[in-house]
């Protein structure tokens, strides 16, 4: 059964860095292409960022110099590093297996809230 | 890229049919057949329901379709029941020198 179980999420202020961590079952991280979708309290979804299994790396223009995708394939476990972090990254974040351009798996989110 | 167009809510009656458009560009929805349909409940995380425009993943009700024409893409859900009240989001790709993904805002379907 495949499972996608996030942490990493929490109060942070303004300025600060948060890494979120997404931990997979099921099947093999690095073998797949895999995203982080977030979505702001009472809003819609917002793609984020994505890396390939070949290790290439893509993210939004609203993230692009503060955010950082990765992966520990020893673990099987995705990263999202955020740095810089502002009042409208508040959002729960959800990483998901993307099969092609649409996310069959997701996990059950994480909240960030970035506040003073 | 802006964020595909949907109606903000549509409702329908138990058993009746309704569509949920969902409008881009030649940029995103007119140039790729990668749209994808996810369903969402209050709390909980998003559910594909359909992919590459029509495409329905093992366990999804037949009673989800999906189609595009031009720019705009569609989601018809027929014989409305209870559960299907939910938050429904189209989402394109759109990169072509570069990777991006859009999502439409999302259109709350009520279930009289």
């Known amino acids: 059964e495949v499972q996608l179980v996030e942490s990493g999420g929490g109060l942070i202020q303004p300025g600060g860095s948060l890494r979120l961590s997404c931990a997979a079952s099921g099947f093999t991280v690095s073998s797949n292409y895999m995203s982080w979708v977030r979505q702001a309290p009472g809003k819609g979804l917002e793609w984020v960022s994505v890396?390939?299994?070949?290790?290439?790396?893509y993210y939004a223009d609203s993230v692009k110099g503060r955010f950082t995708i990765s992966r520990d394939n020893s673990k099987n476990t995705l990263y999202l590093q955020m740095n810089s972090l502002r009042a409208e990254d508040t959002a729960v974040y959800y990483c998901a297996r993307d099969k092609g351009y649409y996310y069959g798996d997701w996990g059950q989110g994480t909240l960030v809230t970035v506040s003073s | 890229q802006s964020a595909l167009t949907q109606p903000a809510s549509v409702s329908g009656s138990p058993g009746q049919s309704i569509t949920i458009s969902c409008t881009g560009t030649?940029?995103?929805?007119?140039?790729?057949?990668?749209v994808s349909w996810y369903q969402q409940h209050p709390g909980k995380a998003p559910k594909l329901m359909i992919y590459?425009?029509?495409k329905r993943p093992s366990g999804v009700s037949n009673r989800f379709s999906g189609s595009k024409s031009g720019n705009t893409a569609s989601l018809t859900i027929s014989g409305l029941q209870a559960e299907d009240e939910a938050d429904y989001y189209c989402?394109?790709?759109?990169?072509?020198?570069?990777?991006?993904?859009?999502f439409g805002g999302g259109t709350k379907l009520t279930v009289l």
């Open positions: 030649s940029s995103d929805v007119g140039s790729y057949n990668l």
């Open positions: 590459e425009v029509s």
């Open positions: 890396i390939y299994s070949g290790g290439s790396t």
């Open positions: 989402c394109s790709y759109a990169g072509s020198s570069t990777f991006e993904v859009v």
